[in-house]
């Protein structure tokens, strides 16, 4: 029986099990020679960039880059040429490509030179981080570094370096790889292995400055020994410091490459570029066998999972599983693997994986099979979603945030719209002044149509929360087994039809302020929750564990008499003088009769503006009329009032149905007085808009059109009234 994928395979699997991967991989992957043409690409590329193999093999790589970047792009790779190194993604580089339909999209890099036998090429990794809100940083595995440094410590030249950068020791490595002794350079200054290049730019000192600033610097470039010829170094310095942090010097590590067999390069170079690709790629890729057994994983494994590598090798896949679905997932390795096939990340499957610390988090996985002389595997590529849905559960709430304050955006109800000169109207708004920077709960009191959500408004607006959002909530508007969900919020799966997670007003208001209206219609069951989250400041959505701070301000209203309903034990006490902090009562409309004339132009000239009229007056007894009456409605009902009003005037005079504001007593005089009343009513009323129009009957002016009536039937009533001319002229 062949033996598991572990980390010596032999060179042929080795080749197998990455070319697979140079295949499958969710990102695209190009191999560009020094002048520039593409000379291997996947078929992700292909996908990614709209050309087919035969389009992009020998073409020059500027193809692919939007025709404002082409003509810088030589110079850059030819800078890239004069100094080869890896760049990882996430260099926080403003990347673009160009796709064969010319369109355009965000893209990241990763660039890594290699060297063949035919010349040093450039592998490059390009990921499509257009929908992407948060781009992953390529990991380098510091762990591998090491240990291939101390797989070759007989390629490593290891010396010291003083603060300034003078070479204090030197080793056998050292003296073989550059052709100094240790006599002819302890002391001299580093920056005589570079090259003059490098000199010139002040590269040496450069290294050293972000060595110390960042720990180590690492980087891999052309070198010079003693006899002046170049070799090619992979170098890292590393900041060597005391326990009180004072720097002490530099160690430095550099090996040789180019001192490589022949015809071990070649393996060596093969394998060296997928092993980068697995790796140092930005996902976490398992290698498994057909029996679920672990063969191989790659650093970000050990990130994503929490698992030492040495952990995981020889363990079943299903370690990595949550439990509720580790029963069922042999089933569906035997299904892959009677049918294995390529399946590609984003087809909406719901996974999961699990961390070491038994944390779940979600995934997006790519599978795909992989045949070597060692056998079959499977090779897993596992994308962490962590900060996708996090990102999309914080754009979905700051939606919903948005879409809340659109629509009191759109209210028309504002600060400015509190109208009324009246010493009830001024007593309130001096208490809505003196309240407002209190930050204390404030109960407002008063008859249904009142405008408790205006002054509500208006103490919010004065508040020192005032740039953050007013939420509200009408609690006699939700059903009483919704309102909990409502004010709270609820979790996924709290109850029946909860399919989604919901940010409830409370969590909304945080910084801000909530106005619960109609709170006397406050459930019972749900009035301690509220006065836990008012004293404690913080609450638990419907059906959570995670209690969330919240800080809001709560302005409470209602018509009903919370003390007599304290008092029948339909309301709890502790919450009613936690909400009585402040209390404003808010005067009816029959209290404040001097604003009535004031809200009748308001309203009238509201409606009319949106009912695109032009009503230039209104009747003295019309006024007199809307006066007298008491508005059991309040404000709520004049506006109602009114904008009828304005819907049965058809001229310039405001027309108003005043029978309907008589009192029964006033309708039973009226009948009793029969239809001389009525009519002699409509005659003075006609007659007063005759002179107003000085005669004319007819005409866009003319009495008619300000009454409303077509001119046939005015001069109908004229007649039928006994009206003559010598009446208004």
């Known amino acids: 029986m062949a033996d598991p994928l572990p980390h010596r395979t032999r060179p042929a699997e080795t080749e197998a099990i990455f070319e697979r991967l140079f295949i499958s991989s969710p990102d695209a992957i190009l191999v560009v020679n020094a002048r520039g043409r593409i000379t291997q690409a996947n078929p992700q590329a292909e996908h990614l960039f709209g050309y087919s193999s035969s389009e992009l093999l020998g ?3 500027e193809i692919l880059i939007p025709g404002r970047f082409r003509e810088a792009h030589p110079a850059h790779l030819r800078s890239f040429n004069a100094q080869p190194r890896m760049r990882p993604m996430g260099a926080g580089l403003d990347l673009h490509g160009r796709r064969k339909d010319g369109t355009e999209f965000a893209l990241d890099v990763m660039l890594s030179p290699v060297d063949t036998p035919d010349g040093q090429v450039v592998l490059t990794v390009i990921r499509d981080v257009s929908d992407r809100t948060r781009t992953e940083k390529a990991l380098r595995e510091s762990e591998e570094l090491f240990r291939l440094l101390v797989e070759g410590v007989t390629d490593y030249a290891i010396f010291m370096l003083d603060p300034h950068g003078r070479v204090s020791t030197w080793n056998v490595g050292a003296q073989r790889i550059k052709g100094y002794r240790a006599e002819e350079i302890i002391g001299q200054h580093f920056s005589r292995f570079y090259t003059q290049e490098d000199i010139a730019c002040a590269k040496p000192d450069q290294e050293l400055r972000l060595a110390a600033a960042e720990g180590h ?19 890292m310095i590393t900041a060597v410091r005391d326990q009180k942090g004072e720097l002490l010097g530099f160690s430095k590590i550099t090996r040789d490459f180019t001192d490589r067999k022949r015809a071990e390069e070649s393996v060596r170079e093969s394998e060296e570029r997928f092993r980068s690709l697995f790796e140092f790629s930005p996902d976490a890729i398992i290698v498994s066998d057909p029996e679920g057994k672990i063969a191989e994983v790659n650093g970000q494994v050990q990130k994503c999972f929490g698992y030492e590598r040495a952990e995981l090798l020889g363990q079943p896949v299903e370690n990595l599983i949550p439990e509720r679905f580790r029963r069922t997932h042999p089933a569906h ?16 499957l719901e996974l999961y994986g699990r961390r070491k610390d038994g944390a779940e988090f979600p995934v997006d996985i790519m599978l795909s099979p992989v045949n070597t002389a060692g056998g079959k595997f499977v090779l897993s590529v596992i994308r962490d979603l962590s900060e ?12 919903r945030e948005t879409r809340y304050l659109e629509e009191e955006l759109n209210t028309e109800h504002r600060f400015e719209d509190i109208i009324g000169e009246s010493v009830a109207l001024k007593r309130v708004l001096k208490q809505v002044e003196t309240v407002a920077d209190a930050d204390v709960t404030v109960l407002l009191l008063g008859e249904t149509g009142t405008g408790k959500d205006l002054v509500a408004r208006a103490i919010h607006q004065l508040s020192p929360r005032s740039a953050r959002t007013l939420v509200k909530l009408n609690c006699a508007a939700i059903p009483t087994g919704l309102l909990e969900s409502e004010l709270f919020g609820h979790e996924r799966g709290a109850f029946t039809g909860a399919i989604t997670q919901k940010i409830g007003r409370l969590e909304l208001a945080h910084q801000g302020t909530l106005f619960l ?12 929750k509220l006065l836990r989250a008012l004293q404690e ?7 959570g564990t995670r209690t969330i701070p919240v800080d809001m301000r709560l302005i409470a209203a209602t018509n009903r008499n919370l003390e007599k309903m304290v008092a029948d034990r339909e309301f709890r006490s502790d919450l009613y003088y936690r909400l009585r902090v402040f209390p404003i009562s808010i005067p009816s409309l029959r209290e404040r009769r001097e604003d009535i004339p004031l809200l009748v132009r308001y309203f009238v000239a509201k409606h009319s503006r949106r009912m695109n009229k032009h009503i230039a007056s209104i009747p003295p007894d019309v006024m007199a ?54 009519e002699s009513t409509e005659r003075e009323h006609i007659l007063r808009v005759l002179r107003e129009a000085k005669g004319m009957i007819g005409g866009q002016d003319g009495a008619a059109s300000r009454l409303g009536l077509k001119r046939t039937t005015l001069n ?10 010598r009446d208004y002229i």
Do not use: H
Not at 217 to 235: M, P, Q
Not at 521 to 526: G, S
């Open 625 to 678: 009329a809307l006066a007298r009456w008491e508005w059991p409605g309040n404000i709520r009902e004049l506006e109602n009032f009114m904008e009828r009003c304005v819907i049965l005037s058809k001229g310039p005079a405001l027309r108003a149905p005043l029978s309907e504001l008589q009192l029964p007593q006033e309708q039973a005089s009226q009948q009793q007085s029969g239809d001389v009343t009525l």
């Open 217 to 235: 610097f690492e980087d891999e470039g052309w070198r010079i020994r003693k006899d002046g010829t170049r070799f090619w170094a992979n170098v």
């Open 59 to 61: 073409n020059a790589v």
């Open 333 to 348: 390795r035997s299904n892959y693997n009677a049918q294995p096939r390529i399946r590609q990340m984003g087809i909406g």
């Open 537 to 543: 400041k913080e609450f638990e959505r419907l059906g």
């Open 388 to 399: 996708k849905k996090r990102a999309e559960e914080e754009l979905a709430r700051r939606e």
């Open 517 to 528: 209206d109609e709170v006397g219609d406050l459930p019972l069951e749900v009035q301690p």
């Open 716 to 725: 109908s009533k004229l007649k039928k009234l006994g009206i003559k001319r």
